[in-house]
């Protein structure tokens, strides 16, 4: 009998999946002060983050810029947010950022996906003797020597 729990306990153990990374405490509380100057700080107990909107909040705990956000709220670019957090000991940016997706999930019931847009570009190309500015769908490869 023993040797058989040996067995399934190493089979349950790595069938398990790992939790997202979360903070240990964290507070989050709207900011109503007309003060336009906003804060975030990082340090080894957690993070503070003081008068922050949400809109920019996103794009760092997601590594995207901010106009890769689409469809979101109005509230998003206006109301702004005082958060104090603290991390487990040894914790990396990789896993604040991690954190961050996870607070924005469970208070702010943020709902997501990814997905590919074309957008329209242009490309700088050389021409014989001068710049050219063209659609980047007609621009050529540049030659190599």
Avoid at 14 to 37: C, D, H, I, L, T
Avoid at 41 to 49: F, K, L, N, R
Avoid at 51 to 59: A, D, S
């Amino acid at each position: 009998m023993l040797r058989a729990a040996f067995f399934v306990f190493p089979l349950v153990l790595f069938g398990q999946v790992a939790a997202p990374p979360a903070f240990e405490v964290a507070s989050v509380r709207q900011n109503s002060s007309p003060e336009p100057q906003s804060e975030f700080h990082t340090s080894p107990s957690g993070v503070t983050i003081t008068n922050y909107r949400l809109q920019f909040l996103i794009p760092y705990a997601f590594r995207i810029a901010v106009y890769q956000v689409a469809g979101a709220p109005t509230w998003l670019e206006t109301n702004k947010y005082d958060i104090v957090a603290r991390t487990p000991a040894g914790s990396s940016e990789d896993q604040l950022r991690l954190m961050l997706q996870q607070l924005l999930v469970d208070r702010f019931k943020l709902q997501f996906h990814r997905e590919h847009k074309d957008l329209a570009g242009y490309a700088l190309v050389f021409g014989e003797g001068w710049t050219k500015v063209r659609d980047r769908k007609k621009a050529r490869p540049a030659r190599t020597r």
